[in-house]
C-alpha cells in the first residue's frame, strides 16, 4: 500500500500497535465501531522528509473493528480499504484511512480512520469535517418544535425541516408574528423587519443551534385570499430560488407572510426587485402587478370627468406586457400643428404634434420625443357615453394585434366640449386616398400583400369573437404614402366593434356597397358580413373603383344588392381564381362564405406556393394592368355619386321592402 503513493499528500499507510491508542470509547450500538486518541499522529511530508505533527490539537481516530477478522487476506483487505480516502486533501466527506491494527485479546483486525463516527448516534457524520451529524441535529429542532396550532401548518414545517442537507442550510421555522419589529413598506406586498430573536444556526464551537438576533428580514405578504393549500405550494416553490427562514401570519389582516433574508438583486433574475414575484416578461425586466400598482399610486392628468377618469385607470390596468400602450387623458394644450385631414359621417379627423410624447417602459416609466398623432373629433360627444367607451375598448392595447390602430388616450377640444380620440397616425392615410396616388405603382404583388395584411387584422378582430360592422376602405389605414412591401396596413374606426350576439339590429351603420345583404334586410351583423365587406374590398383593390361607385346610396341601391347584383370585373383585369375568392366572400348566403382564416391562407398561397396555373393567372393580369394605364383620381371624381362613401346610420325602414 506504501508503495501506491503518487503525491506529497498521500497518506501513509501503516502498521499501527494498538498501545498507541488510549481513551478508547465504543460509541457504536453494535461494537464495531470505538472513538479513541491516537498517541502519535500520521506520517506527513514537511518539505524535506515524512514527520509526525506531534503539536495537533485534536488526536482523535475512529477504531473500526473488522468483526471475525482474526485470519485476513488481502484481498480483503484491499476491498475494505478501497470505501476509504488515502489522501490528505481528499474528498471531506470520504473517511480518510491511516492504516490498521489489532486488539491484543481477541486478535480482531481493526481499520484506524480519521474521526468520522457521531458519538451521539455512532453512524457517519454528514459533513466529517465539521463533525455534524444530520440526523441527531434534526432531531435537536424536532425536540424544539414550535408549533403553530394549525396542523397543515405544522405538518409543512417538520417537512421542511428534513429538507436540511448541510451545516449552512436555513433552519426553516413557524415565527410568531411578535418577534417583528419596525415593519416599513418597501414595495407591493413587500415589507422590511427586524426580527428580535433571528434565524437558527449550528455552532460549531457551542456544537449546538443558536440565534442571531436582530437580523433584518423581508417580509412577503402573500394573497389573503389564497387557500392554506395554495399558500404552502407557492413557499415550496419560492424555497427552491430564495433564502426563506420560514413563515408567519399578521394577527390583524390574517395573512400569510413568507419571511426570506434581505432581498438583494442576486437572488434570481427572473423574479422583480419590488415585490419578489416572477417578473411577466423576464427580458425586459418587467412585472405587470408592479406597473399596475405604480400606475395606480401615480395616475395624473385628471380629465375633471368621473366617468372618464375611472374609465382610464380601468384602461390602464389592463396592460399585460411592456409593449403595450399606457392610457392617458392627454390635455388639449399637448397638440401643435393641428390639420384636418379628414371627415366623415361621426367624426372629423385631423394630424397633430403631440409634445411630450407618449409613455414607454425601460426599466421606468419615461417619455420619447414627442410624436405625431391623429385626432378623432367625435361629433356631439360632450356627454360621455357607452358607445363612445366602447370604441376606445376595441382599440386599446393593441388588443386585435400589429393590423389594427393603436390608441395613446383621450382629450377633449375646450372649444366645442367633443371629446376626442388620441390614435397612431397613418401618413398614407385611408385606402381611397392611398389609391388615388399610387394606383400607377399598385402592381399585384403589392395587392396581394395589402390584402394579407388587411385580413390578417380582420382576423384578429374575429379570433376575439368581434365583428367591425363598419369595414370599407375608408377604415383602412396606410403606414406610408408609396407603394413599398414594407407599408404596413391598419384597420381603424372600431367605434361600431361589438360582440358577437350582442350587436344593435334596429340600427345599421356603414357605406351601403359594402353591407351584406342580410344586415340590409335587419339579420343580426356576423363574422360573414365582415367577409362580405372584405369582397368588396378585394374589388376596390383589383379595380381602383369603389363598388357601385355611380349609384346613390338610398333604397334602391339596397333592393339591387339584396336582389344579388354585385360589381362587374372581367379576368383580364384580374386572375380567374382571384375573382372567384371574390364572389365567394360577396355571395348571398352567408353560410357560403369563407372565414378570415381560409382567406389568410389562400391569399398567402397566392404570394408565395404560386402552382403553374395560378402564377400564369397574375402574370397575365399583371401584364394587362401595365398595358392599360388610367389615371385613379379622374376615373373618381368623374364616377362619384355625392350621396356615395361616407359611414353613416342606414335607415332600417329602407330596408323592410328588401324581400327577394
Not at 366572400?585 to 382564416?597: E, K
Amino acid at each position: 500500500m506504501q508503495l501506491k503513493i503518487n503525491s506529497k499528500d498521500d497518506i501513509i499507510f501503516e502498521w499501527i500497535p494498538y498501545n498507541e491508542f488510549i481513551y478508547i470509547k465504543e460509541i457504536n450500538s453494535h461494537g464495531s465501531v470505538h472513538l479513541a486518541e491516537w498517541k502519535n499522529s500520521p506520517l506527513r511530508w514537511n518539505k524535506y522528509q515524512y514527520m509526525r505533527d506531534i503539536f495537533r490539537i485534536d488526536g482523535m481516530v475512529s477504531l473500526k473493528y473488522l468483526n471475525n477478522s482474526q485470519i485476513i487476506t488481502n484481498e480483503f483487505l484491499n476491498n475494505e480499504v478501497k470505501q476509504y480516502s488515502m489522501s490528505f486533501k481528499g474528498n471531506n466527506n470520504i473517511l480518510k484511512i491511516y492504516g490498521i491494527s489489532q486488539h491484543p485479546d481477541t486478535k480482531e483486525y481493526i481499520m484506524v480512520l480519521q474521526d468520522g463516527y457521531c458519538e451521539e448516534c455512532g453512524e457517519n457524520y454528514t459533513e466529517i469535517e465539521n463533525k455534524w451529524c444530520r440526523s441527531c441535529r434534526i432531531n435537536d429542532l424536532k425536540e424544539n418544535f414550535t408549533t403553530n396550532g394549525n396542523e397543515k401548518i405544522d405538518e409543512f414545517v417538520q417537512k421542511m425541516l428534513l429538507k436540511i442537507n448541510s451545516i449552512n442550510d436555513i433552519v426553516f421555522e413557524w415565527i410568531p408574528y411578535e418577534q417583528f419589529n419596525d415593519i416599513e413598506e418597501t414595495g407591493r406586498n413587500l415589507n422590511s423587519a427586524l426580527w428580535k430573536n433571528g434565524p437558527l444556526m449550528y455552532s460549531l464551537n457551542e456544537k449546538k443551534w443558536i440565534r442571531v438576533q436582530y437580523r433584518k428580514v423581508t417580509l412577503k405578504i402573500c394573497d389573503p385570499q389564497n387557500m392554506i393549500y395554495d399558500f404552502l405550494n407557492k413557499v415550496n416553490v419560492y424555497n427552491n430560488i430564495f433564502k426563506i427562514h420560514g413563515i408567519t401570519r399578521n394577527p390583524d389582516s390574517k395573512d400569510y407572510v413568507m419571511v426570506l433574508q434581505k432581498y438583494h438583486q442576486g437572488y434570481a433574475k427572473s423574479y422583480c426587485e419590488t415585490c419578489i414575484e416572477e417578473y411577466t416578461d423576464i427580458e425586459h425586466r418587467w412585472c405587470k402587478p408592479c406597473q399596475k400598482y405604480y400606475l395606480r399610486k401615480h395616475f395624473t392628468n385628471l380629465s375633471g370627468n368621473e366617468k372618464i377618469d375611472e374609465f382610464i385607470q380601468e384602461m390602464q390596468l389592463k396592460i399585460n406586457n411592456p409593449n403595450d400602450m399606457v392610457f392617458e387623458w392627454i390635455p388639449y394644450n399637448q397638440f401643435n400643428d393641428i390639420k384636418e385631414i379628414g371627415k366623415g359621417g361621426f367624426s372629423t379627423v385631423y394630424s397633430a404634434e403631440w409634445k411630450n410624447g407618449l409613455l414607454y417602459y425601460d426599466k421606468e416609466w419615461k417619455r420619447g420625443s414627442s410624436k405625431k398623432v391623429a385626432l378623432k373629433c367625435l361629433y356631439e360627444s360632450q356627454n360621455v357615453t357607452d358607445e363612445f367607451l366602447n370604441e376606445i375598448k376595441a382599440y386599446s392595447m393593441n388588443k386585435y394585434g400589429g393590423n389594427i390602430i393603436k390608441i395613446y388616450g383621450i382629450s377633449q377640444d375646450p372649444k366645442t366640449k367633443n371629446h376626442i380620440l388620441v390614435l397612431q397616425h397613418a401618413e398614407g392615410r385611408n385606402f381611397n386616398y392611398w389609391m388615388s396616388k399610387c394606383y400607377k405603382d399598385f402592381d399585384w404583388n403589392n395587392k396581394l400583400r395589402t390584402l394579407y395584411n388587411i385580413i390578417i387584422g380582420l382576423n384578429e378582430i374575429h379570433k376575439k369573437e368581434m365583428v367591425h360592422r363598419d369595414f370599407h376602405t375608408g377604415n383602412i389605414l396606410f403606414e406610408h404614402k408609396y407603394v413599398s412591401k414594407y407599408n404596413d396596413t391598419y384597420i381603424s374606426d372600431m367605434g361600431l366593434c361589438g360582440k358577437i350576439g350582442n350587436t344593435d339590429r334596429s340600427k345599421i351603420y356603414g357605406v351601403m356597397p359594402y353591407v351584406a345583404p342580410e344586415v340590409l334586410r335587419g339579420k343580426p351583423y356576423t363574422k360573414a358580413a365582415d367577409i362580405y365587406s372584405f369582397g368588396m374590398v378585394m374589388y376596390f383593390a383589383a379595380t381602383g373603383r369603389q363598388p357601385f361607385a355611380d349609384r346613390a346610396h338610398n333604397v334602391n341601391l339596397a333592393l339591387v344588392i339584396c336582389g344579388g347584383t354585385r360589381p362587374k370585373l372581367n379576368e383580364q383585369k384580374a386572375p380567374k381564381c382571384y375573382i372567384e375568392l371574390m364572389k365567394r366572400c360577396w355571395d348571398s348566403d352567408p353560410d357560403n362564405r369563407p372565414d378570415a382564416i381560409e382567406i389568410e391562407n389562400i391569399i398567402y398561397s397566392y404570394s408565395f406556393n404560386l402552382n403553374g396555373e395560378i402564377k400564369k393567372q397574375f402574370e397575365e393580369a399583371e401584364k394587362y394592368r401595365k398595358a392599360n394605364p388610367s389615371s385613379i383620381k379622374i376615373r373618381i371624381q368623374s364616377m362619384m355619386h355625392p350621396q356615395a362613401y361616407t359611414s353613416r346610420l342606414l335607415n332600417y325602414s329602407e330596408c323592410l321592402d328588401c324581400t327577394i
